[in-house]
């Protein structure tokens, strides 16, 4: 997956050595500077070409839509679309410890059943899993609807939505200064991402950061909030909806913290390197901000967020959540520039010496960068593979070579009174992600237009607990417009 066209650079002395002698000096120097015209054009071009590749990953094809939108219909016209999940002989299970407890925070239906079908299919003992699933409002009828037509015969599954959280007041206050943080965080880079930057040979990741959908997603900040959202539970395993499970993960219950809160891959696919690329401190926190550089080591491997071992206790005893708020404050006070835009430089500071790492197999990640240098024997053997970065397979410009892994999971034969609820996996090869053929002065209006979010008012947002009966038309309305109410309706 990696470029090997030729440096123009390289091109340009090659060419100089085979001017005839003829040409004057004048005549070599001034195609020397046409030629360096050319390069730095090509460089714009190549760095335009990633925003716009950023871009592509705020699509969501219209197949994933109409997927929504029938699971929502089955929703309401099917009994069994709305059956208890789990079923009640199973609610023991929920907070039993001696199952294994697997958490996803995530809005996506399609991927959230890949991560199921694929953790059962592989398990020795998927009888012994529990998936605990935390939707947001809207999204949450169309995922419960999803795994109870789905039924999963040997697996538990639990589906909530934020609405059935009674959160305390100073819970919801706080969950709202965190998005407007971040929000101002992801503003103040984005401001950055001008012309200008577009000279640069290589894309500054922290403004291409900055157009990441997850930047801003409520879903992927809520995970500071585990202990919170699972009051019952001491230790879980904690998965992004872009991975799939392709061996028994089941050690990872076994595995000792040593008194730490997170068991995380440090390394994955680099082997024997110092850090895998763009995987040091230095690259999620800027440490030209004393702040930064008198607290980190900048050459410090990071770890990796997406498949985790979290000993809850240990989290609460800790308080490591309000150690992520005092960051917050403390970024909002020294002007938004400590840390680059993103979900994880605030937890790399929040978790600073709770990490415990573990083996590298269990997590090989960047399957959604361009250049991910793993090998297919590394592949084979990763016990799970992560599709971090842009490129998700679900979207067009997911990768084919490595889009097949997560495809073969994908249940495209589920029907619900004769009609077909899921697109055909033919269909999800060719998702529409409205970029196709779009000129280049219109991209910079879509850049503009598609990156602009605006936060929820606190009033329809998050409501505080005891709002009553009176609130639940307020609530449908949030729903409707994605806002998120976190007390119960």
Known sequence: MTSKRQDIKTFAFKTKAMLPLKFTSKDNEQSLRELSRMERKVQSARQRESIYWHLASHGVPKSMHCLCLKLAEEYAVNAMARSRLPPPEYVSRLSDPSFHH????????????????????????????????VTDKKTYTPMHAWFAINPIKSAVVEVKGLHHYDWPQEVNVKVKEMLEIHHLIWRHYYNNLKEEDLEHEKPNKRYLEALSPSCLSLMNHLRIYIPELFPNLNKIVFLDDDVVVQQDISPLWELDLNGKVIGAVVNSWCGDRDCCPE?????????SHPVISSNFDADRCAWLYGVNVFDLEAWRRSNITATYHHWLKASLREGLAIWYPGVFPPALIAFKGHVQPIDPSFHVDSLGY???????????????????????????????????????????????????????????????????????????????????????????????????????PAAAAAAASSHVHLSTP
């Open 279 to 287: 995987r040091k401190h230095r690259d999620y926190l800027n440490f």
């Open 102 to 133: 697997l958490v996803l925070l995530t809005d996506n239906v399609l991927a959230a059943s890949v991560v199921v079908s694929s953790t059962i299919q592989n398990s020795a003992n998927p009888e012994k899993l529990v998936f605990h699933i």
């Open 370 to 472: 361009r250049t991910p240098e793993v090998s297919e024997e590394l592949l084979e053997s990763a016990a799970v593979i992560h599709f971090s970065g842009p490129a998700k397979p679900w979207l067009e410009i997911g990768f084919p070579e490595v889009r097949g892994l997560w495809n073969k999971h994908v249940n495209s034969s589920n029907k619900t009174r004769g009609k077909k609820v899921l697109p055909s996996v033919s269909a999800h090869a060719k998702l529409e992600t409205g970029l196709r053929g779009e000129s280049s002065d219109h991209m910079s209006t879509v850049i503009q237009e598609r990156a602009h979010i605006q936060l929820p008012a606190a009033s329809s947002s998050f409501a505080g607990a005891g709002a009553g009966a009176a609130a639940a």
